[in-house]
């Protein structure tokens, strides 16, 4: 189950019949569990017939963006109580006069300075001032702050004053408050960014660990019997419960089951290197897939604020079905607001009247106002005309032109934010194929593979459920970090090892606790490495805890650097000294997953289709109508036309071809391409 802005995706696996079906439900905003269970009683007569339930929430993420997240209260080293405030420079932004510093998530009144103090190799320089925590603790009590944050001058190295901070504040507020401790959010070092993640899981946790435990006293009540699952952003999973103890690891849940399903795909297809992108009604994700892996780092932003955690790379941009055009000083906007599920697009009949991208799409007749979202809506043409036409007026456009104006100024939006995740990143888009999914990814990803040069466009079966159909591929994750600051030339082996072989030891403990049978379980391990005197690391792998103990292991980890420095930057230095900084293990619990079906194979060239009129490029042209369903593996045709589905429409510009491969995904290349 998958929620986004205007629809929730729920998919479903029969185990008997080996049939993958998926609808859609509209998203409800005041309680997302009712769009939650409205999906699920589409394709389960009951709850308790379920044997597998994974969901996908954006319930944390949603509270970040609107701000809607509990009042926090900061707790920090006395002294250096100002660090959060004070945050990271951007070198990036150094010359921008009109870079705005972003408005942390805790006002400076709401810090709390506490006494007390941590060396940077773990010992104690000054006992933990508890009165100091007592005190806060009655703050908390009398201001109605929501949750409390503790983040104390190096308690990665050691966490005994957090740990001991935590135990007052429940001893004066009691075991239910919500207390988020910086070793346990972000064990790596960087003060600010350690600090922000405890921060931003505060803030959104209490909201998280509220709306997982009414989802699961529902789904219960109905009769489930099996744990609930939840997508974690590092694109594996954990039982709910798991979830509510680490609500910051549920922070991009929804949008990175898609980079999952890629993976999935990838692997299917033969294809090493992807670029998905996910157009829903809100918003447009971008993730890769590089020599079959989800692209994963250890650090993401979410606007100008860090958050140290394993993380599927995803871009985001407001471009979505959803987005409105508008204008501004002559010039038309498109996004980044949204009409969302309430009132929606105009053509929705809610109240809507600014025109947005759906409503271009209907204009430029890409879109059955009759079959969309599965049939479950009846869109009204008319009043998407009126609306895109309205706003041509103000540019002296008819509201075919203006709608044309509409989907390029989106599709420009779209095709920076590939390039800001490949192009920027020393990736050439043109030696990957595209993955379209999302409610309207498909409508405008051959637009977009045109623009930079991409050969081909995959549209997966599903595709606007594909996010949560990569949620059944998925597996249980846990992730481990521990400082370990040593040059090469200082590495002890044997205590590198050691280290590794506790973070596995507590990694197969945590996926027995989450009940993975032993047989299924398995770790990973890589360091986190940079030259001597960098600021900045690349994680490299390594082949088991241990490696370190062979012979030439700190040349080899130096090789491997040298390797992937190249590949990121463009050079790199072999020779110099290099240090490590952080051991990372990751534990994962195979549960399975459904298994391939192949497409069934077309007898005849022959497939049903009709024709409707639909604008590309100013002119309108008799396009081919086609049911995906009405397509099996061998199947051919060229644009322009439409393919329509449950989830999603796919358009195919003129000059074009459609191949159906044997997973009865659409492969769409440039006829001049193909030849």
């Known amino acids: 189950m998958d929620i986004g802005g205007t629809f929730t995706d729920v998919v479903h696996y029969d185990e008997t019949t080996g049939a993958v079906t998926a609808t859609k439900a509209s998203t409800t905003p005041a309680d997302l569990s009712d769009g939650v269970l409205a999906g699920l009683g589409a394709v389960v007569a009951s709850p308790a017939e379920i044997s597998f339930l994974v969901h996908g929430t954006t319930q944390g993420l949603n509270a970040f963006l609107e701000r809607r997240g509990v009042p926090v209260l900061l707790l920090a080293t006395a002294g250096v109580e100002d660090s959060y405030h004070i945050a990271r420079g951007t070198r990036r932004r150094l010359y921008d006069l009109h870079y705005r510093k972003p408005t942390p998530l805790v006002p400076r009144r709401d810090v709390v300075g506490v006494g007390g103090r941590i060396a940077a190799d773990g010992g104690e320089l000054e006992p933990l001032d508890e009165d100091a925590v007592r005190a806060a603790a009655k703050r908390v009590r009398d201001e109605g702050h929501g949750a409390v944050a503790v983040a104390l001058l190096f308690s990665y190295a050691n966490p005994a004053h957090e740990l001991r901070a935590r135990e007052v504040l429940r001893e004066e507020l009691g075991p239910d408050v919500s207390v988020s401790l910086s070793h346990e959010a972000a064990k790596e070092w960087r003060e600010y960014e350690r600090t922000s993640s405890a921060v931003v899981e505060a803030y959104t946790g209490p909201v998280v660990r509220r709306y997982l435990q009414r989802l699961e006293r529902r789904l219960d009540d109905d009769g489930l019997a099996v744990p609930l699952h939840v997508m974690q952003s590092s694109g594996g999973i954990v039982t709910a419960t798991s979830a509510q103890e680490r609500p910051l690891q549920t922070l991009l849940s929804g949008p990175v089951g898609g980079a999952i399903a ?147 100024v989106a599709n420009a939006t779209m095709a920076q934010a590939i390039r800001t995740i490949t192009v920027a990143r020393g990736i050439d888009p043109r030696t990957s194929s595209l993955v379209a999914f999302g409610g309207a990814g498909p409508m405008h990803a051959v637009f977009l593979a045109d623009e930079l040069g991409i050969p081909e466009v995959l549209v997966p079966r599903l595709p606007g459920a594909f996010s949560a ?47 993975v049978p032993e047989a299924d379980r398995s770790v990973a391990h890589a360091v986190d490495v940079r030259y001597e005197a960098q600021e900045f690391t690349l994680t490299v792998p390594l082949t088991s805890a241990a490696e370190p103990l062979e012979e030439g292991f700190t040349a080899r980890l130096a090789e491997r650097f040298t390797t992937a420095h190249q590949a990121r930057y463009g050079h790199a230095n072999p020779g110099a000294p290099i240090e490590l900084v952080t051991l990372r293990t990751t534990a994962t619990g195979d549960l399975g997953a459904p298994p391939r079906h192949p497409h069934p194979r077309a007898e005849t060239d022959a497939f049903e289709s009709t024709t409707r009129r639909v604008v590309f490029a100013g002119s309108a042209h008799d396009a081919l109508v086609v049911h995906r369903d009405q397509l099996l593996a061998g199947h051919t045709f060229s644009g322009p036309a439409v393919v329509v589905e449950g989830t999603a429409t796919t358009v195919v510009p003129p000059a074009h071809t459609v191949t159906v491969d044997d997973d009865g995904t659409l492969v769409i290349r440039q006829q001049e391409a193909r030849a």
């Not at 250890?298 to 959803?322: D, F, K, R, Y």
């Not at 271009?360 to 009043?383: H, K, S, Y």
């Not at 590198?496 to 009940?515: N, P, T, Y």
Request: hydrophobic share 40%; aromatic share 4%; charged share 25%.
């Open 262 to 408: 890629c993976a999935e795909l990838s692997a299917r297809s033969g294809r090493p290197d992807l670029i998905g992108v996910d157009m829903g009604g809100t918003s447009f994700d971008v993730s890769l897939v590089a020599d079959g892996e989800p692209d994963v780092t250890a650090e993401a932003e979410l606007e100008g604020l860090p958050m140290l955690m394993s993380i599927v790379n995803i871009h985001t941009v407001g471009a979505g079905g959803g987005s409105v055009a508008w204008s501004e000083a002559g010039g038309l906007r498109v996004g980044p607001r949204s009409a969302g599920a309430r009132p929606g697009p105009a053509c929705y009949g809610r109240g809507g009247a600014e025109p947005t991208v759906t409503d271009a799409n209907l204009v430029l007749g890409r879109i059955d106002p009759e079959g969309f979202a599965g049939g479950q809506m009846t869109l009204d043409a008319a009043a998407a005309e009126r609306a895109v036409g309205a706003l041509g007026e103000r540019f002296g456009l008819s509201a075919q032109a203006m709608a044309e104006g509409v989907c390029d």
């Open 469 to 515: 159909w990569g949620m059944l591929h998925t597996r249980i994750r846990r992730d481990y970090t521990e400082p370990h600051y040593r040059l090469d030339a200082d590495v002890d082996a044997e205590e590198v090892r050691a280290v590794l072989a506790r973070l596995e030891l507590q990694g197969l403990a945590d996926l027995a606790a989450e009940g």
